[in-house]
């Protein structure tokens, strides 16, 4: 009887909170990175956003899963209009970009990796988007090793293609 009023207590709260779009387990644990998201005349909701954000979990692996994830101390969502000629070309029109921080010291996630150097303390960059060809790109070799993607040696982006990031048009 306790443990089902704590579980239905834990809901009732993910839902108030609106996170049940992260999943109830996301929402419930203590121990999920902080998540902020600034919207620069954005016409996505922050549902959107957040949809976007659990799409791209999906699909970056393994950072993406349990128990990386939870490693990161900190998730930027920053939305705006798209200006980069090299996103415009894909039909982005806006721009969703991820700034995610993996702490100093991770508990999970390596300190330091033979193809890409040191790893801790860096702030991973992605940009998501929907148009032609939705997906994402990563811009750093550590970025790119920790979604499992082609790492770039010559550090130039690397795409990925997420057909349900079409949601971003």
């Known amino acids: 009887m306790q443990r089902s009023r704590l579980y239905v207590t834990t809901f009732v709260l993910a839902v108030l909170l609106n996170s049940t779009s992260l999943g109830f387990h996301a929402a ?6 902080k998540i902020t998201i600034s919207r620069n005349d954005s016409k996505f909701s922050e549902r ?3 949809e976007a954000l659990k799409i791209f979990r999906e699909y970056c692996s393994p950072l993406g899963a349990e128990p990386l994830w939870s490693d990161l101390v900190g998730v930027d969502i920053r939305v705006g209009p798209e200006y980069a000629p090299h996103r415009l070309s894909r ?3 806006a721009n969703v970009h991820l700034a995610l921080k993996v702490p100093e010291k991770p508990n999970r996630i390596p300190l330091v990796n033979d193809k890409v150097g040191v790893i801790a303390g860096h ?3 992605f940009d998501l988007g929907g148009g032609k060809t939705p997906g994402f790109l990563a811009s750093k070799r550590v970025s790119q090793y920790l979604c499992g993607m082609t790492i770039d040696e010559s550090g130039a982006d690397v795409f990925k293609a997420v057909p ?3 949601i971003l048009n």
């Open 123 to 125: 702030t991973l960059h």
């Open 164 to 166: 349900a990031l079409k």
């Open 91 to 93: 039909g982005w029109a």
């Open 48 to 50: 959107q956003i957040l």
């Open 28 to 33: 419930a644990r203590a121990n999920e990175p």
